[in-house]
């Protein structure tokens, strides 16, 4: 099969190297990078080839295009790639936050596009080298929600890399739960500088991220139905099996990055909005990561 994975952050960086082995397979930036191979190390051990490139003209033919770039900048990356995407290829959204498939969907249809989530924790320690901090799931299906073979098929290029992957008919509902989830965990981090499992281990953090999850939670389904299990549950089984990790919101505020806060913890305020409902621990994690933000961007 024929892949682009869009984006050389922790996660795509991690996805090249496990899909490369067994699929024709580009790694897509828009920085220029000196990248020749994928390191992994931690929970999975890879040393694979990757083709890195800057040049989209390379992206024409790839079946399928993994999307991992920041949420903020999926509508740049849209905007750039769509028109050497051929007519056939099928997108697959590994991001966080919501809107990211919907934005997808504008270039290339909704029948063209699949959302997927991952529990999975990474940490990129320099361009092609990655940690694997901690063992998730995989969950892909068809956006916004029912059943297309092509889920299928691409659950099984994955299962085939070592990638346990699921299926769903409402993806919707486990990215809702995503955010959710990184609602309560990564802005806790980056205000704290705490790894994620040291959360459990604080009595006022649990609690906060308990609230956070249960408010994120009765806005949520005003808009879908969450599956599994309990959200603060859920998100205390994903700081735990993600201890040792490093969240993407505590990454960015050590790197004087933007952080991905305006569409998980922003996006749950707005939305909480328009329905009605009030989300006081939502705004005050916003506002404090936003505060952080503003001290050097």
């Known amino acids: 099969m024929r892949i682009a994975v869009i984006g050389p952050g922790a996660l795509g960086t991690f996805l090249a190297g496990t899909l490369a082995s067994d699929n024709e397979l580009i790694l897509f930036g828009r920085r220029e990078l000196e990248m020749g191979q994928v390191e992994v190390q931690g929970q999975t051990d890879i040393k694979e080839k990757v083709v890195y490139t800057t040049d989209s003209s390379y992206l024409k033919n ?103 992957t699921d299926t769903t008919e409402n993806i919707y509902g486990y990215i809702w739960k995503k955010v959710i989830i990184n609602a309560g965990i990564n802005p806790i981090t980056a205000l704290t500088g705490l790894k994620n499992g040291r959360i459990l281990q604080v009595p006022n953090l ?13 806005v949520a389904r005003t808009q879908v139905e969450l599956p599994g299990v309990e959200v603060t549950e859920a998100a205390e089984g994903v700081a735990r099996a993600t201890a040792e990790n490093v969240s993407s919101m505590l990454q960015d505020i050590k790197n004087n990055r933007r952080t991905e806060i305006d569409c998980i913890n922003g996006a749950i305020i707005d939305i909480g909005a328009e329905v009605g409902l009030e989300t006081p621990f939502n705004r005050c994690l916003y506002s404090l990561v936003k505060a952080k933000e503003t001290s050097y961007l």
């Not at 649990?206 to 009765?218: D, H, I, K, T």
């Open 62 to 164: 790839a079946d399928i295009l993994i999307l991992c770039t920041k949420s903020y900048d999926t509508k740049g990356a849209m905007e750039d790639i769509h028109s050497r995407i051929n007519d056939e290829a099928y997108l697959v959204s590994f991001q966080n936050g919501l809107m990211n498939e919907s934005i997808m969907a504008e270039y290339v249809g909704e029948d063209r596009v699949v959302g997927g989530v991952t529990s999975h924790g990474f940490t990129l320690i320099d361009d092609g080298k990655v940690i694997h901090t901690g063992l998730g799931d995989m969950i892909i299906g068809k956006y916004p929600e029912g059943h297309d073979v092509i889920v299928d098929d691409i659950a099984a290029i994955f299962a085939r890399a070592g990638l346990c």
């Open 206 to 218: 649990r609690w906060l991220m308990g609230m956070v999850c249960n408010e994120s939670a009765e």
